[in-house]
């Protein structure tokens, strides 16, 4: 019997690993979310085609349970200029929304990434492809050039900010690494005492 089979070590934490979050946290924290209007919310329903009394993903059909920034936010750890209105806002499931990640929505939908809805074999795809082209289109939505919109001071202390942040928390990588290593030491020397 293999019993290594069946067993399964936790994950490792890696204290800088965690630098995504950071990232998403201090992109996130700097763009506003725009509240619309009932009537706002109505027209983005009905250009998805989705019932708001059984609302379901805009990519693939699921039950919805959040809404996704149908243009990312966030791309090469930079803001893309994009905010949380709802002309960047759709319907999706959980599985959706985590594979299309920042990806283009377009070349996700029909891509073979892990639970997209291509790879997932949902139906009806070329539909919701053209839903979702007219969402795109229902209004000129471009990128905003956030950085000048603000005190460049204040600007530039924030992405300080995140410099010093990221800096800490690899430094704290390191000493975590070596307070494991003594740990693990002197727990072996404990646990051989005592045979």
Not at 73 to 97: A, F, M, R
């Amino acid at each position: 019997m293999n019993y290594f089979a069946t067993f399964q070590m936790p994950k490792p934490v890696n204290v800088s690993g965690k630098s995504s979050s950071i990232t998403n946290s201090f992109v996130n924290g700097i763009i506003p979310c725009i509240v619309p209007s009932e009537s706002d919310v109505k027209e983005c329903l009905d250009i998805l085609g989705l019932d708001p009394l059984n609302l379901k993903c805009s990519y693939c059909g699921d039950n919805y349970t959040e809404w996704d920034h149908f243009r990312p936010l966030i791309i090469d750890k930079k803001p893309t200029g994009y905010i949380s209105d709802i002309y960047n806002l759709v319907p999706s499931c959980g599985k959706c929304n985590q594979s299309k990640g920042n990806k283009p929505w377009k070349t996700w939908i029909m891509s073979n990434a892990k639970l997209a809805p291509k790879a997932r074999g949902i139906k009806n795809i070329d539909e919701r492809i053209k839903r979702l082209e007219n969402f795109e289109n229902w209004k000129d939505v471009k990128p905003i050039n956030l950085e000048e919109l603000v005190d460049k001071e204040l600007w530039k202390k924030h992405w300080e900010n995140y410099e010093k942040l990221n800096q800490l928390m690899r430094e704290s990588q390191i000493t975590s690494q070596k307070i494991q290593s003594q740990i693990r030491e002197r727990y072996n020397l404990i646990v051989n005492q005592g045979r």
